[in-house]
């Protein structure tokens, strides 16, 4: 009589308890900051995985923690701020989460120019200038770098350039599109958003007064695809998704 091996047993057992190939929508929640580099690997992720539609909503990292605090189906969560990504964490949200990407922050002013400005040195001569509101990433950390510049460029420096602060918006999108509409003199903006945009001009901010900007990424302990959702962190964390990354104007190690 023929014996069957253990390896082949168990073999035939696991096979019969593996789970069908998940299916349905991925929901990511992101960064606003993150759509053109996002939207680009949506269309990679499906083309792997025909079964799965990535739908993907974006605004200010606050507004989305919020949205998933009171019960929003997001599968994972892409963060401009790791304070947000914490709070999902300790509030037991999210199992665990890793930095996939970085940013930095400049400043952007009309193709024309109007207030000539050049250099962050230049920014108290904007009339109006655009920056994100003290409770979004970007604005949180535009202000770091005024008061970081602030020894080096005048005491009254940080205090002047707030005060030509025309509109304070709730995502980096929506600065960016005040200076392209010609809405604002200047706007301070992450390099990301600035360099998909040919309507305005790009003015770099010295890196002794820059702020690196660390971007979290964590799977939902409520997701129903568990493996799609590890899928899609894979596939930014891959050589591939970093180069489409990078290419969208982020830092990647």
Not at 79 to 91: K, Q, R
Not at 94 to 112: G, H, K, T
Not at 177 to 187: P, S, T, Y
Request: glycine share 6%.
């Amino acid at each position: 009589m023929r014996r069957t091996s253990v390896a082949t047993v168990l073999a035939v057992v696991f096979a019969a308890c593996e789970a069908p190939p998940e299916s349905g929508t991925l929901s990511v929640y992101a960064a606003s900051s993150l759509t053109d580099a996002f939207s680009e690997l949506e269309t990679t992720f499906e083309a792997a995985h025909p079964d799965i539609d990535v739908s993907v909503t974006y605004a200010g990292s606050q507004i989305l923690r919020l949205q998933i605090e009171q019960g929003a189906p997001a599968d994972v969560f892409a963060s401009a701020n790791p304070e947000h990504m914490e709070a999902l964490v300790d509030s037991g949200l999210v199992a665990e989460s890793r930095v996939f990407v970085q940013n930095e922050l400049v400043i952007i002013v009309p193709l024309d120019n109007p207030a000539g400005i050049e250099s962050l040195e230049d920014l108290p001569e904007a009339s109006r200038l655009v920056i994100g509101t003290a409770n979004v990433p970007v604005g949180r950390y535009t202000r770091d770098v005024l008061r970081l510049a602030a020894p080096s460029l005048g005491e009254g420096f940080e205090a002047i350039v707030l005060s030509r602060v025309a509109s304070e918006e709730s995502n980096v999108r929506l600065a960016r599109a005040k200076v392209e509409l010609g809405e604002a003199d200047a706007a301070i903006v992450y390099r990301s958003d600035a360099g998909s945009s040919d309507r305005v001009r790009v003015i770099a901010i010295p890196s002794e007064f820059n702020v690196i900007a660390d971007y979290p990424i964590g799977v939902l302990r409520r997701t129903t695809v568990p493996a799609t959702a590890g899928a899609w962190v894979d596939l930014l964390m891959s050589p591939e998704g970093r180069a489409v990354l990078a290419r969208h104007g982020f830092i990647v190690e």
